[in-house]
């Protein structure tokens, strides 16, 4: 009889290394998100770098190599905030001018989304009254730099011969008026919109307005 002797095979060994590293770019968007949430939860005023750092797990020297000062941190939060209203500069070539217009202002953003950059518009509104570099930063890095992006945007279509105005500066001013003044003004008043779809058909109202007119002409 024969005896077979079974051959055990030695276990893989597992790679050993460090785990990698989070580029700087990829700690700062981390350091953003995670400061929104404490300015939403505590306020901007209340928050502290030290709350930051101890919420990210990090030390407050990497806070402050990355971010200087607290007015950094929300200048960064804000043009977060911007992307989210108006994602421009971008790529909308093949569309039509409605359709990308409907990108550009993100008319179709899943409830969540709408709900986060709304509570960030509550909260910039209640702290702007107590902390005047609140409002003039929302007003510089998020409305005017906007503005500035899809008076850029527009300029290109109509030397495309896409879009018939006189002014793409005036244009710009006040297809964002029709866009974002109810939903702003309503923000925080007890008079926001009886539901998601009633604002997303009022903004998609205001781009056929703004694209067609109500009238022969072409131009604005």
Known sequence: MTETTATTLPAKRRKRGRPRLATPAEQRAK?????????????????????????????????????????????AIIEQHRTSMLALPGDYTGLSLSDALERIFQIDISTEEDSARAAFLNLTIVEAARYPEV???????????AHALLAE??????????????????????????????????????????????RKDYMRRCIRIFVHGTGKSPAI
């Open 153 to 198: 945007w527009m300029e290109g279509e109509k030397r495309a011969g896409r879009l018939f105005v006189d002014d793409t500066t005036s244009a710009a001013t006040i297809l964002m008026d029709m866009m974002f003044g109810a939903v702003v003004t309503k923000t925080g008043t007890g008079a926001e919109w009886p539901g998601f779809d009633a």
């Open 31 to 75: 350091i953003v998100e995670a400061t929104r949430k404490l300015f939403l939860a505590e306020g901007y005023g209340r928050t502290t770098m030290s709350e930051v750092a101890a919420h990210c797990h990090i030390s407050k020297r990497t806070l402050y190599e990355l971010f200087p000062s607290k007015t950094d941190l929300l200048a």
């Open 135 to 145: 409002g003039e930063m929302m007003k510089r890095l998020g409305g005017q730099r």
